[in-house]
């Protein structure tokens, strides 16, 4: 039977979600391409006049050449060719249910409430939880497990970047036990094919506690407002700050860092170069999450000073660092950072994401009656990623640094991935990659994959209570109708009905 065409719904709800929608067009084939080993020594270009950073709201959009190539939509049979219909049926079942308002709202109640301590109760919870949700957006309760999804994924043609599920670590005990987690997870990828994990993810907030990350980040700003402070504890760095970056966190002098405190951060920095020369070891390169901005200066400047201490095979980046567009300093901070990385001859790459804090970080800075640290609008959020995006990929082509670009934004998709075309890049050029969360955005993941482009799904596994908050995230990042899953279930939808109506097709 003849592929049917998107439902007009489906379109006009994408281009809701996204600033514009992507036309839908029909391009031939290229399924699970190879993927070639890194070239030798990359040939560094002069560098190119930088585009103008955005720096506040106003800042537009200097995209350029994007809007040449689209994306492959409407062929549903190739789109989910990896996919079989069990899978599809679950996957297609699991978003509708997370869209329902009700099916998010009992979930946050449940998990929230009393009932859970009644161990009946909780065992329960835990048992559907781990069936359904869990099942669809995590790898498994343990590396074993999580193996096998990562070669299923594999076969699939998408890479794995493997999260252990660790929320915040309380004191020096849990950061011990969480850097033994995170060792696990690096030298577990020593046994399979070097190519199926592309990173290994970590969380700073997870090897120091996160109110020492908040007092680093007081004293980072602080410096940063009188250059004359001096913080013994500080090591050499790439800029977290730029000039437009709000310091409201940090309103008065705070005090130096304790004895104990010092203490702890040198047990932090100790952590994070077990975790470097491990992942050096594994030749694994270090994909550092993103928080809220009341400790990110100090996760930056882990990173940072990680980067300028460890680098990777043949001088690759082995810390990629986490910018976030919706932030209004973000393009500003990333060119600054990576201006000071080259002069400094550090190899630093950078995940791109819009940012996940949104509501917290309005409702923070409304409480203080300052400024939000936020876009005003949606479209100056697309705008500073698909800005950010540009940059990186210059940076790439010009042979210098890495990016992620973890997106589930279609039109970004389709914009960086013309930027890179439009740059001459290889689409499997090993320094830029695309990533999306597993078990969502599916149809951008594909069809990125389909054009030739390295993607990797973030895979999320760890016991399922331990990986609850993660899943309660997810369940409000997908509910409401118009969630950005809601191209997915439609085409998945269409898949389905054409499986059933022309079964051996
Ligand atoms: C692989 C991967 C890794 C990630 N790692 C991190 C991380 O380390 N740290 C982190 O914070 N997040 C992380 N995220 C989550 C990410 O920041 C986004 O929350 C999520 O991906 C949705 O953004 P999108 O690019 O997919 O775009 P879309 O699907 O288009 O989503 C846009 C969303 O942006 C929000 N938004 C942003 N700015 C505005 C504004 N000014 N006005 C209104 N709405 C606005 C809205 O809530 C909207 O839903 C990660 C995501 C992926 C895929």
Redesign the pocket.
């Known amino acids: 039977m003849a592929s049917r065409s998107v439902h007009p719904k489906v379109i006009r709800n994408l281009r809701r ?2 600033s514009s929608a992507p036309s839908i067009t029909v391009v031939p084939p290229l399924i699970n391409p190879g993927r070639p080993e890194k070239v030798a020594k990359r040939p560094l270009q002069p560098t190119p006049t930088p585009s103008p950073p955005t720096t506040t709201a106003d800042s537009a959009s200097t995209s350029t050449n994007s809007s040449d190539f689209q994306l492959e939509l409407d062929d549903t049979k190739r789109l989910f060719s990896s996919v079989s219909t069990p899978k599809l049926i679950k996957s297609a079942s699991m978003l509708k249910i997370s869209s329902y308002d009700r099916a998010a709202d009992f979930g946050l109640w449940i998990m929230t409430s009393g009932l859970m301590n009644n161990p009946m109760v909780r065992k329960l919870v835990l048992a559907a939880t781990e069936h359904t949700f869990y099942s669809h957006f995590c790898a498994g309760k343990d590396l074993e497990k999580a193996s096998r999804t990562v070669e299923k994924l594999w076969d699939s043609g998408l890479g794995a ?1 493997l999260d252990y599920g660790l929320e915040h670590a309380t004191d020096n005990e849990s950061c011990d036990r969480n850097l033994q987690e995170f060792l696990r997870t690096i030298n577990s990828t020593k046994s399979v094919d070097s190519c199926q994990v592309s990173f290994v993810v970590v969380k700073i907030t997870a090897i120091c506690p996160p109110s020492l990350l908040r007092r680093v980040s007081d004293l980072l700003r602080w410096e940063q407002k009188d250059k004359s402070l001096h913080l013994p504890w500080k090591l050499k760095n790439l800029p977290v700050f730029s000039e437009s970056s709000p310091l409201y966190h940090t309103m008065t002098r705070p005090p130096p860092l304790s004895r104990e405190e010092e203490h702890d951060l040198e047990l932090a920095y100790e952590r994070l170069d077990k975790i470097c020369k491990n992942s050096i070891e594994a030749n694994k390169p270090l994909l550092i ?3 809220d901005t009341a400790i990110q200066p100090a996760i930056d400047y882990f990173s940072y000073s990680a980067a300028i201490k460890y680098t990777g095979k043949e001088d690759d980046p082995l810390i990629f660092n ?1 910018i ?1 567009a ?1 932030l209004k300093d973000a393009k500003e901070r990333l060119v600054i950072a990576k201006k000071a990385a080259d002069k400094m001859g550090v190899p630093v790459g950078f ?1 791109l ?6 509501s917290s970080e309005k409702q923070f800075a409304a409480s203080l009656g300052v400024k939000s640290p ?5 479209q ?3 705008n500073c ?1 698909d800005d950010c995006a540009e940059f990186l990929l210059e940076e790439v082509a010009r042979g210098s640094g890495s990016v992620v670009l ?4 279609i039109e ?1 998709g389709r914009k960086a991935a013309s930027k890179a075309i439009s740059l001459g890049l290889e689409r499997n050029n090993p320094y830029f990659q695309f ?3 597993y078990g969502m ?1 599916e149809v951008l993941s594909f069809s990125l994959r389909n054009e030739g482009f390295r993607v990797s799904k ?1 895979l999320p596994f760890g016991p399922v209570e331990q990986i609850m908050p993660y899943l309660l995230r997810r369940a409000e ?1 997908n509910r409401g109708l118009l969630a ?1 899953s809601s191209i997915d279930r439609a085409l998945m939808k269409k898949e389905l009905l054409r499986r059933l109506t022309s079964p051996g097709s």
């Open positions: 979600l996204n970047m999450d993103a928080e986490t976030q919706y995940k994401v819009r940012g996940a804090y949104m936020i876009h005003d609008d949606i100056k959020t697309h990623f973890a997106t589930h934004n970004s990533a999306q969360l955005a973030y990042e950005a």
